[in-house]
């Protein structure tokens, strides 16, 4: 079964028994940037001086990116010229998260269980119902960054985000955040992918630093 970036992302975050959401914040950014790096991928946007421009509107056959793929085109068609990638992230990370999972519940990987904390505020847990994609996905993952497996664009392309929102920890619990985290810098800036596809992480990474900062300084404050 070949899953997006966003739906690998989101299966990393959720407590596979529990169904609980980790790291809410950066997670809805990596998985709105999922979304974007897989529609440069599949060579349906592209990313030029930090602007974003629908390249092709045909459909990718995948529900989750065509739906984004419609909401960019419409997006990005009422203004005088191409927006930046940064103010479409910010516009979709709110969003990206719920279409992501209703996807994995759709392809049976996780199952939503409603419930109400203090028997009055209603909530959603999303368990897990098939762990073969998460296995298979930590597998790969470690293949590289532990195991100096070459990767895949794809799978470079995912790496690249999870070290852009830090989420070292859920992708590889346990181990090192320092020694998985220089791997992972490695690994961003490698030539693993055509320069359009690299000027989108780059820019994905610039605007999830950002947001970093800025969570900083408020707590801090």
């Given at each position: 079964?070949t899953i997006?970036?966003?739906?690998?992302?989101?299966l990393?975050?959720?407590d596979?028994e529990?169904?609980?959401?980790?790291e809410?914040?950066?997670?809805?950014?990596?998985?709105?940037?999922?979304?974007?790096?897989?529609l440069?991928?599949?060579?349906?946007?592209s990313?030029?001086?930090g602007?974003?421009?629908?390249?092709d509107?045909?459909?990718?056959?995948?529900?989750?990116?065509?739906?984004r793929?419609g909401?960019?085109s419409?997006?990005?068609?009422?203004?005088?010229?191409?927006?930046?990638?940064?103010?479409?992230?910010t516009?979709d990370?709110?969003?990206?998260?719920?279409?992501t999972?209703?996807r994995?519940?759709?392809r049976g990987l996780?199952?939503?269980?409603?419930?109400?904390v203090?028997g009055?505020?209603p909530v959603?847990r999303?368990?897990?119902?098939d762990g073969?994609?998460?296995?298979?996905?930590?597998?790969?993952?470690?293949?590289?960054?532990q195991?100096?497996?070459?990767?895949?664009?794809?799978?470079?392309?995912?790496?690249a985000?999870?070290?852009?929102a830090?989420?070292?920890?859920?992708?590889?619990p346990?181990e090192?955040?320092?020694?998985i985290?220089?791997?992972?810098?490695k690994?961003?800036?490698?030539?693993?992918?055509?320069?359009g596809v690299r000027?989108?992480?780059?820019?994905?990474?610039?605007?999830?630093a950002?947001?970093?900062?800025a969570?900083?300084?408020?707590?801090?404050s």
């Amino acid at each position: 079964m070949t899953i997006t970036l966003a739906e690998e992302i989101t299966l990393l975050s959720l407590d596979d028994e529990s169904g609980e959401a980790k790291e809410r914040q950066a997670v809805s950014w990596a998985v709105a940037g999922g979304i974007l790096l897989d529609l440069a991928l599949a060579g349906r946007v592209s990313v030029t001086g930090g602007r974003l421009a629908v390249t092709d509107g045909s459909p990718t056959g995948e529900p989750l990116l065509d739906e984004r793929l419609g909401l960019i085109s419409a997006w990005a068609g009422k203004r005088a010229k191409a927006p930046k990638v940064a103010d479409w992230l910010t516009k979709d990370q709110a969003k990206a998260p719920a279409a992501t999972v209703a996807r994995l519940c759709e392809r049976g990987l996780v199952v939503e269980e409603k419930r109400r904390v203090l028997g009055l505020f209603p909530v959603r847990r999303y368990p897990e119902a098939d762990g073969s994609a998460e296995r298979e996905l930590r597998e790969r993952l470690r293949a590289v960054v532990q195991g100096g497996a070459a990767p895949d664009e794809r799978t470079a392309g995912l790496l690249a985000l999870v070290h852009g929102a830090k989420l070292h920890r859920l992708a590889f619990p346990g181990e090192p955040r320092k020694e998985i985290a220089a791997r992972l810098e490695k690994l961003a800036d490698g030539e693993w992918a055509a320069e359009g596809v690299r000027e989108a992480i780059r820019n994905m990474r610039a605007a999830m630093a950002a947001v970093n900062a800025a969570t900083l300084v408020v707590v801090t404050s």
